[in-house]
Nanobody, 121 residues
Framework: EVQLVESGGGMVQPGGSLRLSCAAS????????MVWVRQAPGKGPEWVSH????????HYADSVKGRFAISRDNAKNTLYLQMNSLKPEDTALYYC??????????????WGQGTQVTVSS
């Protein structure tokens, strides 16, 4: 079965860095677009970043552009999110998700359990 397991979250001071990982299994990872989304308490989900199957095409939310970097290692079936210059407003539960992207459909069909990131002094 499809599994996505996030790790690497924790508490960090403002200005610090953190690297999240998402271990994928149960499907052909290298053929799927992947995304990171986050959700803070009391707020709706926020899309953070997107990467195409080969890793050459990436997209970022304006709120994280220039600070975060999405990448993937298809040989290891792993997705990453490098987060630098972290701010308190980055505090959220971070999820990785598989996305089905076609000419007419964009659907998140599987996602992980999430990993908590807390940015605080």
């Amino acid at each position: 079965e499809v599994q996505l397991v996030e790790s690497g979250g924790g508490m960090v001071q403002p200005g610090g860095s953190l690297r999240l990982s998402c271990a994928a299994s149960g499907f052909t990872f290298s053929t799927y677009d992947m995304v990171w989304v986050r959700q803070a308490p009391g707020k709706g989900p926020e899309w953070v970043s997107h990467i195409n199957p080969g890793g050459a095409i990436t997209h970022y939310a304006d709120s994280v552009k220039g600070r975060f970097a999405i990448s993937r290692d298809n040989a290891k079936n792993t997705l990453y999110l490098q987060m630098n210059s972290l701010k308190p407003e980055d505090t959220a539960l971070y999820y990785c998700a598989r996305i089905i992207l076609t000419r007419t459909i964009a659907e998140y069909d599987y996602w992980g359990q999430g990993t908590q990131v807390t940015v605080s002094s």
